[in-house]
């Protein structure tokens, strides 16, 4: 039973989330449809897209990228609005999910380098700015 609340508490997304899907099988009982729904091909490139993203960080590619605009952007606001125009840009040519997934973890790492608490700001903007297009 113990292990089973240190889960909870260490995963709380994954337990509502398992949660909720569970309720939504009483609302919208499970059927042969139901494999249907899933679609495997954006599944498959979500998960190769955050591979990607997971290797480029562990060799260092965004520790450098990091370091290259916080030399170049002299305050907090500038980096902020760098990332957040960067998102607004790059979701033009990609979808909004994969600007996220490439550029919000640039941003973790960016203003954790700069020691700034306004992390969430940030991200809600970039958010933002990728609905938009």
Same mark, same amino acid.
Do not use: H, W
């Given at each position: 039973m113990s292990k089973a609340i240190k889960f909870t508490?260490?995963?709380? #997304?994954?337990?509502? &989330?398992?949660i &909720? &899907? #569970? #309720?939504?099988?009483?609302? #919208?009982?499970p059927d042969s449809g139901y494999s249907g729904?899933?679609?495997?091909?954006?599944?498959?490139?979500l998960f190769s897209l955050m591979t990607a993203i997971a290797g480029l960080k562990s060799i260092g590619v965004f520790e450098r990228a990091t370091d290259a605009l916080l030399t170049r952007a002299s305050t907090v606001r500038r980096l902020g609005q760098v990332f957040v125009l960067i998102?607004?840009?790059t979701s033009m040519l990609v979808t909004n999910d994969? !600007?996220?997934l490439t550029f919000v973890p640039i941003t973790l790492l960016a203003? =954790? =380098? !700069?020691d700034q608490k306004s992390v969430i700001l940030i991200?809600?903007?970039?958010? !933002?700015?990728?609905?938009?297009?």
């Amino acid at each position: 039973m113990s292990k089973a609340i240190k889960f909870t508490k260490d995963q709380p #997304v994954l337990v509502i &989330a398992f949660i &909720a &899907a #569970v #309720v939504t099988m009483f609302i #919208v009982p499970p059927d042969s449809g139901y494999s249907g729904y899933i679609n495997r091909t954006v599944l498959i490139q979500l998960f190769s897209l955050m591979t990607a993203i997971a290797g480029l960080k562990s060799i260092g590619v965004f520790e450098r990228a990091t370091d290259a605009l916080l030399t170049r952007a002299s305050t907090v606001r500038r980096l902020g609005q760098v990332f957040v125009l960067i998102c607004f840009f790059t979701s033009m040519l990609v979808t909004n999910d994969v !600007a996220l997934l490439t550029f919000v973890p640039i941003t973790l790492l960016a203003l =954790k =380098k !700069a020691d700034q608490k306004s992390v969430i700001l940030i991200v809600v903007l970039e958010t !933002a700015a990728t609905m938009v297009t």
